[in-house]
């Protein structure tokens, strides 16, 4: 069965820090791959999404993922932080006509 | 504007009344999906949509129904509302594998 785990719950950086959230995937085949954030009172909305190619993927808001196949791994990244990206991130995984299985999230706290 | 609506945003309802939920989507989704989000949980699916009139049960269906009458609109009903029903409602359409478009969710708190 898919299954997705985010292992950090809370996670605290200083503005202009790089940030890195973690996500690991269990799935028997070629992975869809995807991050949404969930701003406070909103929905969620898609950051970006790995279907196969180049491992390194490039989404909105300045974030890129780079998936591992070997490590089951799809990790989110930015290089410096803004305070505007407080928010809640999960990672989910997909294939097909089958639905997304979701990680628990990680709620992220910017430091001024 | 394309997307999901969902309506109303923020409801109070009574213990034991019925209370539905809609979602009306513009994607032109075959599939279709309702969430609740509460802290520590997650999002837990209750019920999905396969297509007009196909719909099937998710994790946390007990208390829950859904009809979806055209490609459009999803409907979640409680049908006696609980205060463990208490929670944010989202609902979704989409794919595994194009993800997919959330609506902003409906708050509902059960007095």
């Known amino acids: 069965a898919q299954s997705v785990t985010q292992p950090d719950i809370h996670i605290t950086v200083s503005e202009g820090a790089s940030l890195e959230l973690r996500c690991n995937y269990s799935y028997g085949a070629t992975p869809y791959l995807f991050w949404y954030v969930q701003s406070p009172g909103q929905g969620l909305q898609l950051l970006l999404k790995?279907?196969?190619?180049?491992?390194l993927v490039q989404g909105i808001k300045g974030f890129e993922a780079e998936f591992k196949r070997s490590q089951s791994s799809f990790n989110l990244r930015k290089p410096s932080v803004h305070w505007s990206d407080a928010a809640e991130y999960f990672c989910?995984?997909?294939?097909?006509?089958?639905?997304?299985?979701f990680g628990q999230g990680t709620r992220l706290t910017i430091n001024p | 504007d394309a997307g999901i609506t969902q309506s109303p945003r923020h409801k109070v309802t009574e213990t034991g009344t019925p209370v539905t939920l809609r979602c009306h989507q513009t994607?032109?989704?075959?599939?279709m999906y309702w969430y609740r989000q509460d802290p520590g949980h997650g999002l837990r699916l209750i019920h999905y949509?396969?297509?007009?009139?196909?719909?099937d049960k998710g994790e946390v269906s007990d208390g829950y129904s859904v009809s979806r009458s055209k490609t459009e609109d999803f409907l979640l009903t409680l049908e006696s509302a609980t205060s463990s029903q208490t929670s944010v409602y989202f609902c979704?359409?989409?794919?595994?594998?194009?993800?997919?478009?959330f609506g902003s969710g409906t708050r509902l708190t059960v007095v």
């Open positions: 949509s396969y297509g007009v009139k196909d719909t």
């Open positions: 979704a359409s989409g794919t595994g594998n194009y993800g997919y478009t």
């Open positions: 989910a995984v997909g294939a097909g006509a089958q639905k997304l299985v």
């Open positions: 790995y279907f196969s190619g180049d491992t």
């Open positions: 994607e032109n989704h075959r599939y």
